[in-house]
T-cell receptor, first 112, second 114 residues
Framework: GQQLNQSPQSMFIQEGEDVSMNCTSSSIFNTWLWYKQDPGEGPVLLIALYKAGELTSNGRLTAQFGITRKDSFLNISASIPSDVGIYFCAGQKGASGSRLTFGEGTQLTVNP | ETGVTQSPTHLIKTRGQQVTLRCSSQSGHNTVSWYQQALGQGPQFIFQYYREEENGRGNFPPRFSGLQFPNYSSELNVNALELDDSALYLC?????????????FGPGTRLTVL
C-alpha cells in the first residue's frame, strides 16, 4: 500500500539538540499529521495541520504543511530524553474521519 | 489514556487458523478504523466502520473482515492466517466527520503467526 516517504529513518542526538524530520508524497493531502509512538502503545497525535503553508507549534514541537500540499516537516527544539520514540507523519486526503496514510517512521534516540 | 481499548494484548496463532481482535471505542465515537502495523513500518489502513457498515477499505484481501456493533465496539477477523499477518493491529475511533485531532488510537494487539 501507499506510504509517505519519511526521513531520516533514524536519528541519534545529544540532549539539548534540535531535531528535524520530514515527509514527502507524490500526491496531495488535505491534512498532515504528526504522531509519536512509544513501545507497546498506539500512535499519539502531536500536531495536526489543515492548511497549506500552515506553521503550527505545540510546546517544543513545530510542524509545517508544505505549500504544494505534498510535504511536511516536524522540528523538535531542545530535545530531552523523553522525546525518545518513533515519530510518524500521516496524510489524509478525504473528509474528516477518512483513512490516514502513514510514513515509515523516524526512530529518535536522545543521549543524556 | 485515549479511552480506546483493545483485546487481547498479545496473541499467538499458527498458519491457517482464524483470529478475532476486539476494540472498544471512546464514548461517543461512532466511527472506527483498523490498521495493520508490521515491524519497523508505519500503520496501513485496513478498513473503517461507521454505523455498523464498512465505510472504506484499504488494499487487504477479503479474509480480513470486520464488524461494528450497536454500541460502536468493533471486531477484526482474519481467516486463513499467513506468516505475513504477524503485526501490531491498531484500532482508532473518531466521532462522525470528526477532525483528525479527534481520532484516538488504542494500544494495539500484537499478533504472532507461527
Amino acid at each position: 500500500g501507499q506510504q509517505l516517504n519519511q526521513s531520516p529513518q533514524s536519528m541519534f542526538i545529544q540532549e539539548g539538540e534540535d531535531v528535524s524530520m520530514n515527509c514527502t508524497s507524490s500526491s496531495i493531502f488535505n491534512t498532515w499529521l504528526w504522531y509519536k509512538q512509544d513501545p507497546g502503545e498506539g500512535p499519539v497525535l502531536l500536531i495536526a495541520l489543515y492548511k497549506a503553508g500552515e506553521l503550527t507549534s505545540n510546546g517544543r514541537l513545530t510542524a509545517q504543511f508544505g505549500i504544494t500540499r505534498k510535504d511536511s516537516f516536524l522540528n523538535i527544539s531542545a530535545s530531552i530524553p523523553s522525546d525518545v520514540g518513533i515519530y510518524f507523519c500521516a496524510g489524509q486526503k478525504g473528509a474528516s474521519g477518512s483513512r490516514l496514510t502513514f510514513g515509515e517512521g523516524t526512530q529518535l534516540t536522545v543521549n543524556p | 489514556e485515549t479511552g480506546v481499548t483493545q483485546s487481547p494484548t498479545h496473541l499467538i496463532k499458527t498458519r491457517g487458523q482464524q483470529v478475532t481482535l476486539r476494540c472498544s471505542s471512546q464514548s461517543g465515537h461512532n466511527t472506527v478504523s483498523w490498521y495493520q502495523q508490521a515491524l519497523g513500518q508505519g500503520p496501513q489502513f485496513i478498513f473503517q466502520y461507521y454505523r455498523e457498515e464498512e465505510n472504506g477499505r484499504g488494499n487487504f484481501p477479503p479474509r480480513f473482515s470486520g464488524l461494528q456493533f450497536p454500541n460502536y465496539s468493533s471486531e477484526l477477523n482474519v481467516n486463513a492466517l499467513e506468516l505475513d499477518d504477524s503485526a501490531l493491529y491498531l484500532c482508532a475511533s473518531t466521532p462522525q466527520q470528526g477532525a483528525p485531532d479527534t481520532q484516538y488510537f488504542g494500544p494495539g494487539t500484537r499478533l504472532t503467526v507461527l
